[in-house]
C-alpha cells in the first residue's frame, strides 16, 4: 500500500501525476466534533498507481497537492464531489480545484439514478465489488492498516474505470455539455462561503415578528462566528430549538437567563448573548428587519402542478435522466404559476427537453393521453 507521508514523497507523486490528462481524488474526513472538516486522508490516482496522503503526517507540507488540484492542464474526477470541494476550497484560501468532473453528475445525466452511490456504480460500471468492511472508521486515529488503505484507495481505483466509461457514453450521446453545465453550479465559489449573518436562513422561524426575527439573525451569526472561532459543531455552542427559545423569551440580565433552565451556556457566551438581546430590545422598530409575508398558492394551482410532475417523469424516462436533474418542486410551482423568470428548467438543456413542454402544458398547446400502458404527449391549438 502506498501511504504518503513525507513532504519528499508527495512531490515525487505530483510530479509524476501532472504527466496525466487526469487524476482521481477523493477524501477521508471527520467532522462531528468539529466545525470545519478535518482531513484525514486524501486518495488520488493516475493511470500508474493509486496513492494515499496523510495531512495528518508530522511535518508534512501540502503545497504540492495544492499545485496539482490548480493545474489546468489535469482534470480532477470526483464522485458526489460537493464535500470534497468544500474541503479544498477552505484548504485553498478561497480557491476551488480545476478543471473538475463529477461521475455522480455524469450518472444522474445518463439517467443511473436520482443521486447514484459510488457502490452502485462500481458494481454496474466497473463490475467489480466493494470491501465494506472500513466504512466505518476513525479516518483520524494512526497508525491506519492494510484494511484501512485498501479501502480507502479503492475509491479512486475503481473510478478511473468509471469515468472513461461513463464519458464514453456521455461523449456517444452528446451530453457532456450538459454535465459541464451543472458542474459550473459546483464550482462557484460562493456555494462554500458561510457569512455568519446569512446562517439565520437555516431555521424555522416560528413567527415573523420583527423583533423576533431580529434577535433570531443576530444570534444566529453570533453562534456561527463562535463555532468557526472554537472550531466546535454549532449545535455544541447552542442547539437550534434552544435559539429560538432565546429569542422567544427576550433575557435581558441573568437572572431571566438562569430560569431559562434547558439553555446552559458558560460564562462568556451568557455575557456575549446577553449583550446581543439588550441590543436588540433597544432598536427602534424602524431598524427591525419585515421578512415579506409567505405567497399563497393560487386556487387550482395543485392539480397543474400534479400535471407538470407527470409530465416530468415522462420526459425523464424519455430522455433517461434523473427526474430531480431536470427539475424540482419550486420549478414545478414556479412554471404552474406562470412566474417564468430565473426558473432552472427552462433554461439550457432542460428547456429543450422539458422547460418548452411544460409551458405548452401550462398554455393549454400540449395534452397528456393515454394510449395502453403508455403516456403519449398530444399537441393542440392554444385554448383562449
Known sequence: ??????????????????????????????????????????????????????????????????????????????????????????????????????????????????????????????????????????????????????????????????????????????????????LAKLLDPALYEQPPEEAWKRLKLRSREPRFVKLVQELAAWRERTAQRRDLPRNRILRDDLLLELAANRPTGPEALGRLGRISLDRQSAAEVLTIVRRVMALPEAELPRLPAPAEKPRGLGPVVELLRVLLKHCAEEYEVAPRLLAGAADLEAIAAGREAGVPALSGWRREIFGERALALRQGRLALTVRGRRLDLLAREAVG
Do not use: N
Open 1 to 182: 500500500m502506498s501511504l504518503i507521508t513525507t513532504t519528499t514523497d508527495l512531490e515525487a507523486f505530483v510530479r509524476r501525476a501532472r504527466r496525466d490528462r487526469h487524476v482521481t481524488i477523493d477524501t477521508e474526513f471527520m467532522r462531528d466534533r468539529t466545525y470545519w472538516p478535518k482531513l484525514c486522508l486524501v486518495q488520488i490516482a493516475t493511470a500508474a498507481e493509486a496513492v494515499a496522503v496523510d495531512p495528518l503526517a508530522e511535518g508534512i507540507d501540502l503545497a504540492p497537492l495544492h499545485e496539482l488540484l490548480r493545474d489546468l492542464a489535469v482534470l480532477k474526477v470526483f464522485h458526489a464531489c460537493r464535500q470534497d470541494l468544500e474541503i479544498f476550497h477552505r484548504m485553498l484560501g478561497g480557491r476551488l480545484p480545476e478543471p473538475v468532473f463529477d461521475t455522480q453528475v455524469a450518472a444522474m445525466v445518463l439517467g443511473l439514478g436520482e443521486e447514484a452511490s459510488y457502490e452502485s456504480l462500481v458494481t454496474r460500471i466497473a463490475r467489480a465489488r466493494l470491501d465494506k468492511s472500513s466504512r466505518f472508521t476513525d479516518w483520524s486515529r494512526r497508525p491506519l492498516s492494510e484494511a484501512q488503505l485498501r479501502y480507502a484507495l479503492a475509491d479512486v481505483t475503481h473510478l478511473r474505470v468509471i469515468y472513461a466509461r461513463l464519458r464514453e457514453r456521455l461523449v456517444a450521446r452528446g451530453r457532456l455539455a450538459w454535465v459541464d453545465e451543472e
